[in-house]
């Protein structure tokens, strides 16, 4: 079975700083999915980037970036220019092909400050 | 475009009692999805439906929870009794269909229904 770790908790950065939140996860798969997901709390779920396993290029999502390293199974996802709108729950996933079940890591959560 | 609509956003209830929660998916989407977000964890999915066909209950308390899709549009879940562990927010999904090698269909989720067992 899949799993996700997410370390953080929680985090906080000023507005306009750049912010890393850290995801692992363990996988016998050789191809899969990454998400990472923003859950401001009026708890609606919304994708902020995908990754394909089998793209070596990290994906890219306007101030949202990842840094994807398969080898060591980690799935980081980097806010530049972080704002005020941005505080929310941010939960790393997990989806293998054709199952389209996502397996969830516990979340961070994210306050930007003022 | 209407998003995932969910109904109620919030219910209390006690211990032994029956509830019921709606969900109407995305206009044209084939698969729908149940998912329980325990407070402190990331969501768990309990049933997913392709049309009216369940592909995954595995994770589903069969003995309590039952769900269905009738005519592949909207769903119901209900819980019959609730446990006080049933605490939770449910959460509907819904995406154009079961993707594969190389596709992945986007999750578009519902704002979800707050449950409380007292």
């Known amino acids: 079975a899949q799993t996700v770790t997410q370390s953080q908790p929680e985090m906080s950065v000023q507005e306009a700083e750049t912010v890393t939140l850290s995801c692992t996860y363990d996988t016998s798969e050789n191809n899969y999915y990454l998400f990472w997901y923003k859950q401001p709390p009026s708890r609606q779920m919304i994708l902020v980037i995908r990754q394909e396993a089998y793209k070596q290029q990290n994906a890219t999502e306007n101030r949202f970036s990842v840094n994807f390293q398969k080898a060591a199974k980690s799935f980081s996802l980097k806010i530049s220019d972080s704002q005020l709108g941005d505080t929310a729950m941010y939960f790393c996933?997990?989806?293998?092909?054709?199952?389209?079940?996502?397996?969830f890591g516990t979340g961070t959560r994210l306050t930007i400050i003022p | 475009e209407a998003g995932v609509a969910q109904s109620p956003r919030y219910k209390i209830i006690e211990k032994r009692q029956s509830v019921a929660f709606w969900c109407n998916p995305i206009s044209g989407h084939a698969t729908l999805y149940w998912y329980q977000q325990i407070l402190g964890q990331g969501p768990k999915l309990l049933i997913q439906?392709?049309?009216?066909?369940?592909?995954?209950d595995s994770q589903l308390p069969k003995d309590r929870f039952s769900a269905e899709r009738l005519k592949g549009v909207d769903s119901t879940l209900k819980i019959q009794p609730a446990k006080l562990e049933d605490s939770a927010v449910y959460l509907c999904a819904s995406s154009l269909g079961r993707g594969g090698e190389g596709l992945s269909y986007e999750q578009y989720f519902g704002p979800g229904t707050r449950l409380t067992v007292t």
């Open positions: 996933a997990f989806m293998k092909p054709y199952s389209e079940k996502l397996t």
């Open positions: 439906f392709q049309n009216n066909g369940v592909v995954d």
